[in-house]
C-alpha cells in the first residue's frame, strides 16, 4: 500500500500575517495602537476643518474632499503602523550576530551598494564588521563590542585607504553602548552622514573594492598553501 505523502503546511494568508505582525508588534511597543489611531485621526481633522473652511459650499467638492481624506488618513496610518513594526522587529534581534545584515540588507537602499556578508569578522566573539559604499563614502559599520570590534576597524580602513588614496571612511558603531547608534536607527544615521562622493567615483570606488578579498579566517584544519583551484571540465 502506497504512503501516503506527507501534507504541505500552508503559509499563512495576508490577513493573518498582518494579525500577527500586530500582535507581535503590540507586545514589544505599548504605544504602537495608539500612534497608528493618531496617524489616522490627524490628517482626518485636517481634511474635515479644510471641507469646512473652503469648500462646503459645493456638495461634490465636498464627497471628493471627504473621500480624498479617508485615503490619505488610512495611508498615514499604515505608514505609520508599519515604521513602528519595523523598529520592533529590528530591536527583537538587537545584539545578536548578523543583525546588522538584515538591516542593510532590508533597508538601505538609495544610492547604497552592501553585502549582507560581511567584510572583516572575529571567530571568537562573533563580532563582524560591515561595509557600505555611497555618497558618503566607504561607510564601515561595527558589530560588537567597541573594543574588540576597534582592531578589525582599524585594519579595514588601512586595507580601503591602500586601494583607493584618499576616500572617506566614515564609521558607524551598532553595539548596545550607551552612545552607539541603535540598530533601528542604523539606515537613518547612514543618510545623515556628509556627502563624499558622486555617483561616477562611487562606481569607480565600487569597482576597486570588488577585487579586495574578505578578512574571514579560514576553518581549522584547513592548509591554505595546499589549497589548488579546482578542475575545469
Do not use: C
Request: proline content about 6%; overall charge positive.
Amino acid at each position: 500500500m502506497a504512503e501516503k505523502a506527507p501534507k504541505v503546511e500552508k503559509e499563512p494568508g495576508r490577513i493573518k500575517q498582518l494579525w500577527q505582525v500586530y500582535k507581535l508588534t503590540a507586545k514589544s511597543d505599548k504605544n504602537f495602537v495608539l500612534a497608528g489611531a493618531l496617524g489616522f485621526l490627524a490628517p482626518l481633522a485636517i481634511g474635515v476643518i479644510a471641507i469646512v473652511l473652503f469648500f462646503r459650499d459645493s456638495a461634490l467638492t465636498v464627497f471628493l474632499w471627504s473621500i480624498t481624506t479617508l485615503l490619505f488618513s488610512f495611508l498615514s496610518a499604515l505608514t505609520v503602523l508599519s515604521r513602528r513594526a519595523e523598529k520592533a522587529a529590528f530591536m527583537r534581534i538587537s545584539g545578536q550576530p548578523g543583525a546588522v545584515a538584515a538591516v542593510l540588507g532590508s533597508t538601505l537602499k538609495r544610492g547604497y551598494s552592501t553585502s549582507e556578508m560581511p567584510v572583516a569578522v572575529d571567530p571568537k566573539s562573533s563580532d563582524a564588521v560591515y561595509r557600505a559604499v555611497g555618497k558618503a563614502g566607504v561607510v564601515l559599520i561595527a558589530e560588537g563590542n567597541s573594543a574588540r570590534v576597534r582592531q578589525l576597524i582599524e585594519d579595514e580602513k588601512r586595507k580601503v585607504s591602500r586601494a583607493i588614496p584618499g576616500v572617506t571612511i566614515p564609521v558607524v558603531w551598532v553595539n548596545q553602548d550607551p552612545s552607539s547608534t541603535p540598530l533601528h536607527a542604523l539606515t537613518k544615521t547612514i543618510y545623515k552622514l556628509k556627502k563624499a562622493l558622486n555617483r561616477t567615483e562611487i562606481s569607480v570606488v565600487n569597482k576597486r573594492l570588488t577585487g579586495l578579498g574578505l578578512n574571514i579566517p579560514i576553518p581549522k584544519g584547513i592548509d591554505p598553501n595546499r589549497i589548488r583551484p579546482g578542475r575545469r571540465m
